[in-house]
């Protein structure tokens, strides 16, 4: 399945849960924040081992489809993980 996320790069702590509101009422994006700098990929990096520990998956499960320069991304994630999804989306 094809998701939303928006990361927080140079955050205080690492966190993965809340939604954030996308324009034209798509489905919100999951906030991922890391203590990594977006600098060379460490940001992306480290949003996708929070992702996999939080979905409780391989790392190498999570791709990247677009976005590997901005904050909002969209990741392609195992179908079987929507319950997981939908209650990080709840969180926060």
Request: hydrophobic share 45%; charged share 20%.
């Amino acid at each position: 399945m094809r998701v939303s996320i928006r990361v927080k790069p140079g955050s205080s702590r690492n966190r993965v849960g809340g939604a954030y509101p996308l324009p034209d009422g798509a489905t919100p994006a999951l906030i991922v924040a890391t203590t990594a700098p977006a600098v060379d990929g460490k940001a992306n990096a480290a949003v996708i081992k929070l992702l996999a520990k939080s979905l409780e998956i391989r790392a190498a499960a999570i791709t990247v489809v677009s976005g590997h320069t901005a904050r909002t991304k969209l990741l392609e994630v195992p179908d079987d993980r929507k319950t997981q999804w939908a209650r990080l989306l709840a969180s926060g």
